[in-house]
């Protein structure tokens, strides 16, 4: 832990890390957070802090004016991007490139261990790492002068160069030179306002591992005296940064200037895949289905894929129940700082439980009207994938125990065709895939289940005791068929 309480100025910040994302929809108060931080921390014998505002106009090009202010006023730069939109911010951060080489070449000096190592340089310790932001584009140290140079090795114009790929490398020095220049009596603190503006979802997560790295390259006496607050919207970026053990997450509501950062859970984690797409989730607008069991998982993606595009839902699995309500609870606070109007569903089994569960906020909650998903591969619906009826099973499965007297699962198989409600409410997990082999189908029972569940008709669903909907619930049917 960095520190247990911040507090600075109008502003408290609990449980911060090395790494601390700082959430909240538009409006919430990140900036202003994290400029009132800035403020106060001016003139402080305890803090210094660097902010990074959103807007970062500009070219990474050496501006001689931006030069002279920055070299003849110490206060100059932190003014000018006290403001959200900085317009020579990349200037700024062209010139800071130099000063991280005179940084590293007085490393080199004072330690003979790096000088002596011939592996070691300015471009393999500095500019190799932010070039491996780049795809397209490469920084090269030519004399005096870093110039561009695409793929080709032909160079390119500074104001040549796409948005993305000058807001990374502006981003990457701006960081580095944060790192480079720590003070070892005070707490450094680093204030990113929206780095992933103009990036692309994969240009973030290395983004992130760049930021990742440079805290991992910090001796622990050095990391206790840093601390990053980052605030975004970005999901590619949150779960990105969620990897390291370093860092920690909190929301900014509306009104309130105290925010508790807590360490990144295994909850985020199991809903990082989620966020991992966020370019072909929103363009196909599916919706996060939170799930008690890879066994669920199997059966929805079956289904959404035998929909042909139809069910539009996004399996997350849980381990158990009691996981199950923290992931809820985690994923309500989440999605409700990144989105507008947040939605997610949770299904979970009926383990021979009634009632109806409570919505958590924008989880909408349903439990299925049997004991458990393998279940489902006694309606009607999933034994006619199997090509059969109830009764044509039954007659099957009498003729399949009459030739297997001795097998374990003989008694269950029996209870299972005299019990008169196919044991729905019960468990038969140890028979779910010889079901399925006495109809004479290869198939596993997870591809028939969700082949069923995906066939079904939303504009007309059965109804029937034992038809799939009932048994999954007609409400959670309706609702996770045809949202």
Known sequence: MIRDILVIGEVEAKGLQNINILLGRNGAGKSRFLR???????GSDKYIARYISPERAGVFKR??????????SPDWLGSVRRKNQAAN??????????????????KLQDNPE??????????????????RLLSNLTICQEGSNFVFRNIEGEEVQPDQISSGESESISLAVEMMYFFDNLKEDKLNLLLLDEPDVHLHPDLQAR????????????DVTAREKVAVILATHSTPLVCSLSQSEHTSI???NFNV???SFVEISNQLKKIAPFFGHPLSLSLSQDVMLILEGEDDERVWQQASRSSQGRIKLFP??????????ELEKFTADLIESLYDEPKAFSLRDGDGVSGQLNDIRSVIRYRLQCYAIENLLLSNQCLSVLGKTWEEFKVTANSWLEENEKHRDNKKIRELIDSPDRLVNTKIKSIRQLICAICGNGKPWEVVVGQAIGSLDISNLPDGEFDLPSLIGQDATSILLGQ
């Open 36 to 42: 009132a931080i800035d403020r106060g921390v001016v």
């Open 63 to 72: 501006d001689g004016n931006v030069i002279t202010s920055m070299e003849n």
């Open 89 to 106: 911010f990349k200037a700024a951060s062209a010139y800071l490139l130099r000063e991280v080489e005179t940084a590293y070449l007085r």
């Open 114 to 131: 790096i000088r002596l190592d011939q592996t070691k340089n300015f471009r393999t310790e500095r500019l190799d790492s932010i070039n």
């Open 207 to 218: 983004l992130a591992k760049f930021l990742i790295n440079l805290v991992k390259g910090l």
């Open 250 to 252: 909190g929301t900014k």
């Open 257 to 259: 200037n105290e925010v």
């Open 316 to 325: 997350v699995i849980a381990s158990s129940v009691n996981q199950q309500e």
